[in-house]
């Protein structure tokens, strides 16, 4: 890679790192669902105008905007708002590569080389340690919250994968339309209309930014870069800059909102870190590229028809991952 384009994959790395601080900054002003609906409506708006019509069919885009729009953002912002510190949310969601190869197994019937076993295993160990440091400083529903966050992230992935879209801030402008009226009733629903109202109405600058943040900035900014590298590099290339991400999610928190690192907390970090990059970048078996908040697995197939293959896999070879 050039130094230009290693600097773009690490600029995107922090942007999503930083994105959980920012989500926590923006949950002291807006209800989490309503939150997480007006950051895809602005991803959404008025970039839907600009990116030209879908290119895969419309089940995918709906299937994934719940999944992962609905379920696994709402799951996601609701436990950081239940006290979820977000550097370790960084961190926690990691797991999704985990999931993404155990759905893969189980719906796709992609068997795990024993490189990514050991991974996964290494993985789950270190949402162990987390979840030890996290129990011993504050309620464990946040951290469940997030878990399940990652699950549902491993479902959107099987879900991008079958999709297979060309073109990856294409399809995530698109996805972006689907989850804004659910997190919006949802809001109503469980918020309420006065929480709704009362935070709307006291937007300032503060909590524009949070929002513009998460949705041009992580979202249709990340997605962009982050598919642009991936046009011209293979998947194998950019993927581990992803690992950064929780890098700087942990690092931002501590040094904006002040969050303590524990050597608990540490010691998770290493062997999460560790055990996705064992699951997500390790040669063949089942699925879980982990290219944060990118479609990683479609934009390879569709390099490879020019540039062949990644090493040891065929180009309809394993992985599909989207990032916060």
Sequence with gaps: MRPSHVLLAVL???????????????????????????RFLVAALPAVFLVGPPKVAWKWIVGVGLALGVAKFGLLFIGMDTGMPGGLSSLVLQVQA??????????????????????????????????????????????????????CWGVSNILTRRASPPDALN?????????????????????????????????????????????????????????WLLHRHPASTVAPFSLLVPVFGMTSAALFLGES???????????????????????????GRNPAEAVTEPVRQAGASSEGSLPGESAQGPGASLRA
């Design 12 to 38: 995107v790395a922090a942007v999503w790192g930083v994105n959980f601080t920012v989500i926590e900054v923006g949950l002291d002003h807006f209800p989490p669902l309503l939150f997480s609906a007006l």
């Design 98 to 151: 985990v999931f993404t190869a155990l759905f893969a197994f189980a719906l796709l019937g992609e068997r795990p080389t024993g490189v990514r076993l050991l991974g996964m295993a290494v993985a789950l160990a270190g949402i162990g340690v987390a979840a030890v440091d996290e129990g011993a400083s504050g309620p464990l529903t946040g951290f469940a919250l997030v878990v399940a966050a990652a699950a």
């Design 261 to 287: 690192v524990t050597p608990l907390r540490w010691c998770a970090a290493a062997l999460l870190v560790g055990g996705v990059a064992l699951t997500s970048l390790s040669r063949g078996g089942t699925a």
């Design 171 to 227: 399809f995530m402008i698109w996805v972006s339309t689907v989850p804004v009226l659910p997190l919006l009733a949802l809001s109503l629903l469980v918020e309420g209309p006065s929480a709704d109202l009362a935070a709307l109405r006291s937007l300032d600058w503060s909590g524009g930014a949070t929002v513009l943040y998460v949705a041009w900035g992580a979202t249709v900014f990340g997605f962009g870069a982050w598919g």
